[in-house]
Structure formats: C-alpha cells, structure tokens
C-alpha cells in the first residue's frame, strides 16, 4: 500500500472513526484503526463489535492495500503533523508503516488487515431517507432520555418506529419518557420497528455534522444490525433485541392544569434549584399558583431545600389554564428535558402530585417529554 493524503483530511477520518475503537478489549486488533483504499479514497473503520464506524477520505493511490494501525499512536501522530501532504506506505512482510510529512519520518508497527473483523457492505437501495438536521434534533431530543442501567439493555435503547412519511424516536428509563416525531423525504412501502443503542445514535448525531443531507437508514434482513449513512460516514450498530414497553400507555390522556411559561426562564430557575438539589435528592417542587381573581397573576414557585448547603426559591411567571397545583419532580431530568426544546415557550400539564407531568413545546406538536412526580415528603 503506497497513499497520499492530506494531514487534515487524515485528523478528520480518525477523529470521526476513533469513538468505535474499544479501548480494552481482549483482541489487539479492534484498538487498530482499517486503513484501506477503496476505489480511489482511503477508507478508515473501526468497531468495538458492537459499533462500527468507516469514512472514505479523498487521497491519492499509488498502490492499492490496507492494513490496521494502532489506533491512539496513529491519532497522536497525525494531530501533530504540519497541515501537509501525508506519504503512508507499508512494508507488508513486516507490517509497518512507514508516515512521512515534512520533515518528520515514523515507523509503526501494524496488524495484518485479514485479522480486522468485517464490516458488512449494505445496499442503500430502498434505504428510509431523512433530513439529516431533523435527525440530529430527533436524537439531542430522545436519546439523553435512554436508561445507563445494563440491566436493562431494552431501556438502553431508543424505538425507532417508520410507517408511512413519518418516523417516530421514543427512549424511557422507568422515570421520564422521550418521543419525536418527524417527516421522511419519501414515504416507505412497509412499517419498521427496531431498538437502536442510545449510544450509537449519540455517534451518529455527532459525525453526521452540520449539512442538511439526507441520512440513509438500512435494515439488512437477518443480520440484527442497523446501518446508517451519510455523506462518507456509515455508521453500522447492532441492534437491541427485546421488546420495547408500550410507551403510550404511559402519555396522561388529559390534565386538570396546564401551565404555559417562557422556556428560558424555566430552564433557569431549574438550573439554580439544581445547585441546592443536588446535594440531596434532586428533588426540586413546583408550586403552581392559579390566578385570583385581577388580584394575583399566575406564578410558578421553584424551589429546593439542602440540608448542607441552604435553600433556593425561584418565582417564574406563567399564564395558568386550570387549579393550582404542589408537585415535586427530578430537577435534573426536568432541566434536561427543558434544555433541548427550541420554542420560546413551553406547556407543563399536570393532575395530581402523584401523576406525571407532560412538557410539550408551544407550537411544536412532534415532541413530548412525559416526567414522574418525585414524593413531596
């Protein structure tokens, strides 16, 4: 293998295919990253058999090959390179590789290509298509939602549900529950259903960029993987097996209080209630006050008690449709939730201390966030 490429391009591939290399993992070669050409490009992958990531880099191919390199020495090397041509080339009966840029000559010891697993090759024929910025926003809306408790794997996961032109993301952990609706670019021939690794749409969303091309999503029968493309990243996972809970039994049906109030005022007098909570519980209450009369406007009262570190109260104001109300929720998830919805206003309806409340964004009906009271005490 004989390749030219530029040190940026080279910085940007390892950078987008290093989150897939497994760090400690009992075969040497998955801390290597593939490099291969690949019909006039350099082709990078890396998979820690559960994720795997390839990007195809523009280079010039002088001769044809591929082999693994050590992930981490290779990354540190090329992030300290001049921004210059890059001259890779590798003595195959001792698989080294020799880097030349500039000034600087390295030597690096590699793994025979044949020992890296395979990543399958997927057709994108009949591929679901999506806007890859609604996509992005699907996944910071959904995924933060997913459970981290490996005893749960099917929570770790996020639905992803196709039917027709829309798609439908839903993450739960037992405590709040996320669901995003968006439009596809076209309509597809038959309904989808599959469990995606939270953590893989994370990756996704972060390689996939700023461009507003469409994301291709493929689900190769009988294989239990996913595979998405965009632009020169695909981004293959396994998929989650089991079944996921029925979320919507879980979305209230109706409510007995609907309070609106500005996003960005909320959001900060969680983030204050937040500093006193934490030292505890995270228990955060909300005190939703009806209007009396001319009198008195409608106001939420946040507020959090520290034992260690004092208390906090917070006075938001709010147009309330409904009774007043004394309800506790997670000051973390609520800020969390709050954090990733655009409109400048937001609706909370609840019914009861002990029932959950739903956040929706005013004026955006493809989002929902459902959170579970927490106990007054």
Not at 146 to 163: F, K, N
Not at 186 to 211: H, M, N, W, Y
Not at 263 to 284: D, H, M, P, W, Y
Not at 344 to 373: C, K, Q, W, Y
Request: proline residues 6%; negative net charge; charged residues 20%.
């Amino acid at each position: 293998m004989k390749v030219t490429v530029l040190q940026e391009n080279l910085a940007r591939g390892l950078g987008i295919v290093s989150k897939a290399v497994s760090p400690r993992s009992t075969l040497p070669v998955l801390a290597n990253v593939l490099l291969a050409s690949d019909e006039g490009r350099l082709r990078l992958s890396a998979t820690n058999l559960e994720l795997g990531i390839t990007c195809w880099i523009p280079a010039r191919i002088e001769e044809e090959g591929s082999t693994t390199v050590p992930a981490r020495t290779f990354s540190d090397l090329v992030n300290t390179l001049p921004g210059d041509q890059v001259s890779l080339k590798l003595d195959v009966p001792t698989q080294t590789l020799n880097v030349r840029c500039g000034t600087s000559t390295n030597d690096i010891k590699c793994i025979d290509a044949q020992e890296f697993p395979p990543l399958p090759v997927t057709d994108l024929e009949g591929a679901i298509q999506i806007n890859a910025g609604d996509f992005r926003e699907m996944i910071h809306q959904v995924a933060f939602a997913a459970s981290t408790d490996e005893a749960r794997p099917v929570l770790m996961g996020v639905l992803i549900q196709v039917e027709k032109d829309k798609m439908t993301m839903a993450a739960a952990d037992g405590f709040r529950l996320s669901v995003r609706k968006a439009a596809l670019v076209a309509p597809v021939p038959a309904p989808v259903s599959a469990i995606v690794p939270a953590q893989a749409l994370k990756e996704l969303a972060r390689v996939a960029g700023d461009g507003e091309e469409p994301i291709y999503m493929a689900l190769p029968k009988g294989r239990g993987q996913v595979v998405f493309r965009v632009k020169d990243v695909e981004v293959v996972s396994q998929l989650v097996d089991g079944t996921f809970p029925d979320y919507q039994q879980i979305i209230p049906r109706s409510y007995k209080s609907r309070t609106l109030v500005s996003t960005a005022a909320l959001l900060k007098a969680c983030k204050q209630a937040e500093i006193f909570a934490r030292e505890g519980s995270n228990v955060a209450r909300l005190n939703i006050k009806s209007a009396q009369g001319d009198l008195q406007p409608s106001e939420v009262e946040i507020s959090a008690i520290s034992e260690e570190t004092g208390k906090n109260e917070t006075i938001v104001e709010a147009t309330v449709d409904g009774g007043g109300l004394l309800i506790a929720f997670n000051v973390k998830f609520l800020r969390e939730a709050l954090e990733v919805i655009r409109t400048p206003n937001v609706a909370l309806e609840t019914s009861a201390p002990n029932a959950p409340g739903v956040i929706r964004p005013v004026g955006d009906d493809n989002f929902l966030h459902v959170i579970m009271p927490m106990h007054l005490g």
